[in-house]
C-alpha cells in the first residue's frame, strides 16, 4: 500500500515536474520567437529604407532623363522653328521684291502701251494718206498708160509668173542636179561594199547536154530496130536525143534543165548497163528520177544553207534545187538567186534594214522560175503565189512583185533593196548572154523609141546597149527642155522595153555659131 501511495506521488511529483519545465520552455521558446521577430521586423525596414532608397534614386534618374530629353525636343523645336521663321521671312522678302518688280514692270507695260496706242494712231493716219496717194497714182498711170486696173494687174501677174516659172524651173534643176550627185555618190559606196562581199562564180550555161558514147554500136543500139528505143527514151523523159554524125557523142536537148539532166544520168546508166529496151529504159529512167528527187531536195538544203535563210518550207527547198537547172539568158538561176540574196543582205545591212527579210525575199523572188514552163503566169506572180500559199507576208509579196520596175510599185526600203540586188547581178558583165539577132533587135528598138520624140535628129544606143546617146535640133529644144526629154525617154523605155541592169539616157545639144570675115 505504502508503495502504491509512493507511486502516485511520485508520479503526481514527475507530473507537476513536467508541466513546469514545459511551461519554463514554452516561456523560453516565446522570448526567442520574439527577439526573431524583433530582429526580422529590423531587417525588413533596413531592406525597406534601402529599396526606397533606390528605387528613389532611380526614379530621379528617371526623373533627369526624361527631363533633358523633353529639354533637348524643346530646344529641336525651337530651332525648327526658328528656321522656318527665317524661311518665312525669306519668302516675304523676296515677295516684296517680286512684287516690285511686277508694278516695275506694270508701269512699264502700261507706258509702252500707251507708246504703241499713239504710235497706231500715227500709222492709222499715214496709212490713210498712203492710200490716198496710191488711189492717186493709179488714177494717173491709168491716165497715161489708157490702161484700166484690172488690164494692168494682168499683166503684171503674167510677167511674175513667167519669171517665177524660170526661176524654179533653174532651182529644180539645181536641187536635182545636188540630189542625183549626192545619191550617186553614196549608192555607189554602198553598192561597192556589198559587191566586194559577194565573190561569185559563172559560167554561161546551155540547153544541151552532151553523152559521151564508146563506139557506134552502141549508137545503133540507143536508136534501136525502126528507132523504137530512142523513141520510148524521148517519151519517158521529154527530151530530144540528137543523133547526128558527131563520133562517139549524142547530144541531149530539152528547155526544161532536170529533165535534160535526168535524160544525161538515164543514158550513160543505160550505156554502162548494155541492156538497151524499152522496158530497160522506163525501169532506169524511173529509178533516176526518184534519184533527181532527193538529188534536188539537198541542192535546195545547201542553198538555203549558203543563203543564210533557216526554217523553209520542204516544197519551196525543192524548187530550189530545180532552179540549178534553169538558165535566164545562159545565166545559172540557182547561182543568180544565191547572188541577189547574198547582195541584198550586204546593202540591207548597209543601211540598217532587216538584212533577214531582204535575204528570205531575195531568195524567194525568182522561185517562180523552177514552174513556169508549167504554169501560166509571170515568174513574178508565179513567185509571189508560191509565197503567199507558204503564207508570206503582204509586204514579202509587194518585194517578190516589184523587183521588175513596171509590174508594181515597191512598198518598202526593202523591197527597193531586192530590185537593185536583182539588177546587179543581171547587169554584171558576163553574167548573162543573148543571141545576136535578139540583141541586135533590142538595140533598133532602143534607138526607135528616142526617135519617136519631137526634136529628136539622130539616136545611137552603145556600151552594149547600156546606154543610149541621143542627138536633139538646137533650135527646137533649148537646155531645159533637153532636160525633160531625157526623162521623158528614160519613162518611155522603162515602159516598153525589157531589159536586165539600167540604161543610160544622154541628151545631146548642139549649138554652133559661124561667120564669114571678108
Same mark, same amino acid.
Given at each position: 500500500?505504502?508503495? @502504491?501511495?509512493?507511486i502516485i ?9 513536467? @508541466? ?18 524583433? +530582429?526580422?521586423?529590423?531587417e525588413?525596414k ?18 533627369? =532623363? ?7 525636343? %524643346?530646344?529641336e523645336? #525651337? ?11 525669306q ?15 506694270e508701269?512699264?507695260?502700261?507706258e509702252?502701251?500707251? $507708246? ?11 496709212f ?10 493709179? #488714177?494717173?498711170?491709168?491716165? %497715161?498708160?489708157?490702161?484700166? *486696173?484690172?488690164?494692168?494687174? =494682168? ?16 532651182l529644180?534643176? +539645181? ?22 562581199k ?10 544541151? $547536154? ?16 525502126e528507132g523504137?528505143? %530512142? ?27 532536170? +529533165? ?14 548494155? *541492156? ?28 538555203? %544553207? ?11 527547198i ?7 537547172y *534553169? ?29 533577214? @527579210? $531582204?535575204? =528570205?525575199a ?6 517562180? #522560175? ?14 509571189a ?30 523591197? @527597193? ?14 553574167? *548573162? +548572154? ?6 541586135? =533587135?533590142?538595140?533598133e ?17 552603145i556600151q ?11 533650135e ?35 549649138t ?6 571678108k
Open positions: 500500500m505504502e508503495n @502504491f501511495v509512493v506521488i511520485t508520479a503526481i511529483a514527475a507530473f507537476l515536474l513536467g @508541466f513546469v519545465l514545459r511551461f519554463v520552455y514554452a516561456k523560453l521558446n516565446a522570448k526567442s520567437a520574439e527577439h526573431v521577430s524583433e +530582429r526580422i521586423i529590423s525588413a533596413m531592406m525597406a529604407e534601402s529599396k526606397s532608397k533606390e528605387a528613389l534614386l532611380e526614379a530621379k534618374i528617371i526623373v533627369d =532623363k526624361e527631363r533633358k530629353e523633353f529639354e533637348n525636343e %524643346i530646344r523645336k #525651337k530651332q525648327s522653328v526658328q528656321i522656318l521663321e527665317n524661311r518665312v521671312n519668302r516675304e522678302e523676296n515677295l516684296d521684291r517680286k512684287l516690285d518688280v511686277v508694278d516695275k514692270k508701269r512699264a507695260l502700261s509702252k502701251e500707251k $507708246s504703241v496706242s499713239d504710235k497706231e494712231q500715227n500709222l492709222k493716219v499715214k490713210d494718206e498712203v492710200e490716198q496717194i496710191k488711189e492717186e497714182q493709179k #488714177k494717173t498711170l491709168e491716165r %497715161i498708160s489708157a490702161m484700166t *486696173r484690172e488690164e494692168a494687174k =494682168k499683166t503684171l501677174i503674167s510677167s511674175m509668173e513667167e519669171e517665177a516659172k524660170q526661176d524654179a524651173a533653174i529644180a534643176q +539645181r536641187i536635182e542636179q545636188e540630189t542625183r550627185e549626192t545619191a550617186d555618190k553614196k549608192s555607189k559606196e554602198i553598192l561597192s561594199i556589198a559587191i566586194q559577194v565573190a561569185a562564180d559563172h559560167t554561161a550555161d546551155i540547153t544541151t $547536154s552532151t553523152v559521151a558514147i564508146p563506139n557506134d554500136e552502141i549508137k545503133g543500139r540507143i536508136i534501136g530496130r523504137r528505143n %530512142i523513141r520510148a527514151f524521148e517519151q519517158a523523159t521529154g527530151v530530144d536525143l540528137i543523133v547526128d554524125d558527131t563520133p562517139e557523142a549524142i547530144t541531149v536537148s530539152a528547155f526544161d534543165g532536170v +529533165r535534160r539532166q535526168i535524160a544525161k544520168i538515164a543514158l550513160e546508166k543505160l550505156i554502162a548497163d548494155g *541492156r538497151i529496151h524499152p522496158a530497160r529504159i522506163e525501169e532506169v529512167v524511173e529509178k533516176v528520177k526518184k534519184e533527181m528527187e532527193e538529188h534536188l531536195k539537198e541542192i535546195g538544203e545547201q542553198a538555203a %544553207i549558203d543563203a543564210g535563210v533557216p526554217g523553209l518550207n520542204s516544197e519551196i525543192r524548187l530550189l534545187g530545180k532552179l540549178k *534553169r538558165t535566164s539568158y545562159g545565166q545559172n538561176q540557182l547561182q543568180h538567186t544565191l547572188e541577189v540574196t547574198w547582195l541584198a543582205g550586204a546593202i540591207a545591212g548597209e543601211l540598217g534594214l532587216d538584212v533577214m @527579210f $531582204s535575204k =528570205k531575195a531568195l524567194l523572188h525568182d522561185i517562180g #522560175k523552177a514552174v513556169d514552163h508549167e504554169v501560166e503566169g509571170t515568174h513574178h506572180q508565179i513567185s503565189d508560191i509565197a503567199k500559199k507558204h503564207g508570206e507576208s503582204p509586204k514579202m509579196i509587194n518585194a517578190i512583185l516589184s523587183h521588175h520596175e513596171g509590174f508594181e510599185t515597191p512598198q518598202s526600203a526593202e523591197a @527597193f533593196v531586192i530590185a537593185a540586188a536583182d539588177a546587179i547581178s543581171a547587169a554584171r558583165p558576163g553574167a *548573162r +548572154r543573148e543571141s545576136v539577132e535578139l540583141y541586135l =533587135k533590142r538595140l528598138k532602143l534607138e526607135k523609141v528616142a526617135k519617136d520624140f519631137k526634136g529628136v535628129s539622130m539616136a545611137y544606143a552594149a546597149g547600156r546606154e543610149v546617146r541621143i542627138l536633139v535640133e538646137p527646137n529644144v533649148d537646155d531645159k527642155q533637153a532636160q525633160v526629154l531625157a526623162r521623158d525617154i528614160a519613162k518611155k523605155v522603162e515602159q516598153e522595153l525589157e531589159y536586165p541592169g539600167q540604161i543610160k539616157i544622154t541628151v545631146i545639144r548642139e554652133r555659131a559661124q561667120d564669114i570675115a
